[in-house]
């Protein structure tokens, strides 16, 4: 971005060519400026836009990563026996593989100003990088559970599985709520262009056309009933 004049970059239109006025700018001088000016407020504008969609994308991707991090690290500060080294060494293994994890999706954020589709489409990962396991390589996941099948297991001991797929449960409803507005949405528009369609053609078909459109209507309104019904369900049976 050009920033020859980025000391007027924070002044409204206004201010601008009062500042140009006081200063006697010449009339073509002064054009000139304001239009590079505007041009570089443009671009600064779409870069804080994409700042922060690439940082609220990145978040929600990587808020399933931080919270198994958080676990981990909770689980390391519980000291246990002193038999628990072989305990030990594998979650400071999966930590650190988490750590690594958390750097590099925040360079891909910060320096690569690409989002978590775009980096899991050039890398072609597996399940289409949906999910931050999916970002491990098998190999390192093979080291990091050969640590944890060492571990000596004890009755009634909970045992840590490590690179589940799990998404927290505050995550998870706010995605369903979005895929449940999304699907609400889609059908209202097909549903508008569906009647705007049937009066636009009732001069030539007859009103039959406009029975049909609401009648369209309603099965759509049905079939995100049992959209509901199901989405809902699996919700329940997740939580």
Sequence with gaps: MDTSYKHYIKLTPNQLHARLVARKTPPMQAEHIKKIVAEQQAMLKSENART??????????TEPLNTERE?????????GSENDEARRDALEAYLTVLNALKAKMTNHCKQDRKTPTMIASEKDLPNDGTHWTDWIPQKIKG????????????PKAKIKIP??????????????????????????????????MGFTMMTEVGVGYIWLAMYTCGAYGLAYQVFDYFVSSATKTNN
């Design 52 to 61: 922060i969609q690439l940082t609220r994308l990145w978040r929600e991707f």
């Design 71 to 79: 676990n981990v690290q909770g689980m390391l500060r519980y000291k």
């Design 143 to 154: 080291r990091v559970l050969d640590l944890f099948e060492q571990i000596e297991r004890k």
């Design 163 to 196: 690179f589940q797929r799990l998404i927290p449960a505050d995550l998870h409803a706010k995605q369903v709520t979005r895929l449940k507005n999304r699907t609400l949405k889609d059908l209202a528009a097909l549903c508008m262009a569906m009647i705007y």
